[in-house]
């Protein structure tokens, strides 16, 4: 059975740190993986997809990594902003199984200080 | 504009009654889903649709029924017989049936069982 961890569970960095989220899986045949925001009480906004074949994917200050081999995935954020607090999700694609089912982590609940 | 509607935004239903959350995309995607949050909980599973008129249970489908009448459409209905209904209710979708395309979310809906 696929589980997704996301430590540490909840971070706070003052404005303008660089900071990196971090998600381990523990079975590595996965599809793909994807970086989703989620701000409270709303839904989730993409924001990098991984496939299994790539190592790293970019998006402005947000740099996501793969290492699928040692089952762990990180989410660097440059030059952090107070707009950038939000509960951040990770979530791996399986092979096994029903191949479309996303699994989930917990999330890391992010908080930058002005 | 195009995206993921969800209605309505905020639920409450006493024990005993079924209620149905929408969930309307105008993506023109093939594949849509529904996910159960609960607080400090990652996303899981509860039906998903590749095609019209076809839905697979997830891992949490117990409680639930679904419809796939419509392409742009996928109701979810919580009935008596799921013991703890209250959540945040999320649906997805994505393009075509290839299990590497990325899931869009709606903005959710939270129900609450009085």
């Known amino acids: 059975k696929q589980e997704v961890t996301q430590i540490p569970a909840a971070l706070s960095v003052p404005e303008g740190e660089n900071l990196v989220l971090n998600c381990s899986f523990t079975?590595?045949?996965?599809?793909?993986l994807q970086w989703f925001r989620q701000d409270p009480g709303k839904g989730l906004t993409s924001l990098l997809l991984?496939?299994?074949?790539?190592r790293e994917q970019t998006s402005g200050r947000l740099n996501a990594s793969l290492d699928k081999s040692s089952g762990r995935s990180t989410l660097y954020i440059a030059a952090s902003q107070p707009g950038d607090s939000a509960t951040y999700l990770c979530?791996?694609?399986?092979?096994?199984?029903?191949?479309?089912?996303?699994?989930f982590g917990s999330g890391t609940q992010l908080t930058v200080l002005p | 504009d195009g995206g993921i509607t969800q209605s309505p935004k905020y639920l409450f239903r006493k024990e005993g009654q079924n209620v149905t959350l929408s969930c309307e995309q105008n993506?023109?995607?093939?594949?849509m889903y529904w996910y159960r949050q609960d607080p400090g909980q990652g996303l899981r599973l509860i039906y998903y649709?590749?095609?019209?008129?076809?839905?697979q249970k997830g891992d949490i489908a117990e409680g639930y029924s679904v419809s796939r009448e419509k392409k742009e459409s996928f109701p979810l209905t919580v009935t008596s017989a799921q013991k703890n209904p209250t959540a945040f209710y999320l649906c997805?979708?994505?393009?075509?049936?290839?299990?590497?395309?990325?899931?869009?979310f709606g903005p959710g809906t939270r129900l609450t069982v009085l």
């Open positions: 649709s590749q095609i019209v008129n076809d839905f």
């Open positions: 997805a979708s994505s393009i075509g049936r290839e299990v590497y395309n990325e899931q869009f």
């Open positions: 079975d590595s045949a996965i599809y793909n």
């Open positions: 991984i496939q299994s074949s790539q």
């Open positions: 979530a791996v694609r399986r092979v096994r199984g029903s191949a479309r089912q996303l699994t």
């Open positions: 993506l023109n995607h093939d594949a």
